[in-house]
């Protein structure tokens, strides 16, 4: 039996114990309660939270006539807006829900609503605010797989996925990579030197350094230890490749942290460069590429960049 027949044999019951004034009062919630349990169950199945705030808003609008609202969450009273339909809207309700590891805010206006309706409307909020946050915590842990915590660059899982839609992109629209792979210079004697804290506050300030020094659509991975892979997405040619690393590695070399002695502590960078898909239009070998021409650029000196050639094997010194 689904739940609208139950729901007619609960009203046929009641009929033969509340007084019909009362009657109409009870159908109606029973069938708000309905409708709000089919609509859990509906979002409760969607995939995405894009999809989500998509029938909230249809849902909002519909059924109460509110057009914009907000979506605010609190993780140790940090606020992140995590939707809005419009920036600027009048608000004179906000529905929270306070959850083990924070709070979920529904931020609207239910001026024009009677006392029912805001109630009905509670409790709609009440039910998405539950699915919805759980759906936060589930994508905020996969974005922590796919994030390095110490340099909040891309990790290599992130890279990988990433690289099943970007790679098919880039070979139907033809587009040039830049594929850099940098390595801070003997990076182990910064631990050796000044402890395991000391080189990871180096490696965070590298890392904010080579993010500010690319553009929004390129891409910077953390590959390991003090190395660090870059993407330079649909890049004129080598010439502007090496350009662009020369750009990053100046920038890099000038970062400095204070020793404990209050010297500054300072590290050159050596870069190795490939093409795709010039050199190879497979990603893993372009990579490779850029590895080969990085460890003969450190066997050559420190604070070399270097350019993998394919085509006659030489590699060439910038």
Do not use: W
Request: glycine share 4%.
């Amino acid at each position: 039996m689904n739940h609208l027949n139950k729901k007619s044999t609960l009203i046929d019951k009641l009929k033969n114990i509340v007084d019909s004034k009362h009657l109409e009062e009870i159908k109606k919630v029973i069938s708000a309660l309905a409708e709000i349990n089919e609509f859990k169950y509906i979002i409760n199945n969607l995939e995405t939270i894009e999809e989500i705030y998509t029938e909230v808003q249809i849902l909002l609008k519909s059924k109460f006539n509110i057009k914009d609202f907000k979506v605010k969450q609190y993780i140790d009273t940090i606020e992140t807006i995590k939707y809005e339909t419009s920036d600027i809207f009048i608000a004179n309700y906000s529905y929270r829900c306070n959850i083990n590891t924070g709070i979920l805010e529904f931020v609207l206006d239910n001026s024009h609503l009677g006392s029912f309706d805001k109630l009905y409307l509670e409790n709609y909020l009440e039910e998405i605010s539950y699915i919805l946050y759980v759906k936060l915590v589930l994508v905020s842990l996969e974005l922590s797989a796919m994030i390095d915590p110490l340099t909040n660059l891309k990790n290599r899982l992130s890279f990988n996925e990433e690289m099943k839609e970007i790679i098919p992109l880039a070979i139907r629209e033809n587009m040039k990579i830049g594929v850099l792979l940098i390595n801070i210079d003997r990076f182990r004697a910064v631990n050796d030197e000044h402890g395991i804290q000391f080189g990871d506050e180096f490696l965070r300030l590298y890392a904010k350094s080579l993010k500010n020094s690319i553009r929004n659509s390129d891409i910077a991975v953390r590959f390991g230890g003090g190395e660090f892979l870059v993407l330079l997405m649909n890049v004129l040619d080598y010439n502007k490749t090496v350009e662009i690393a020369t750009h990053i590695q100046e920038k890099l070399t000038v970062q400095y942290l204070l020793t404990p002695s209050n010297d500054k502590f300072q590290k050159t960078v050596s870069i190795g460069i490939s093409m795709f898909p010039e050199d190879s239009d497979n990603m893993d070998i372009s990579i490779k590429n850029a590895e080969q021409a990085l460890i003969d650029a450190r066997d050559i000196s420190r604070g070399k960049i270097l350019r993998y050639e394919e085509n006659d094997g030489e590699l060439d010194l910038f």
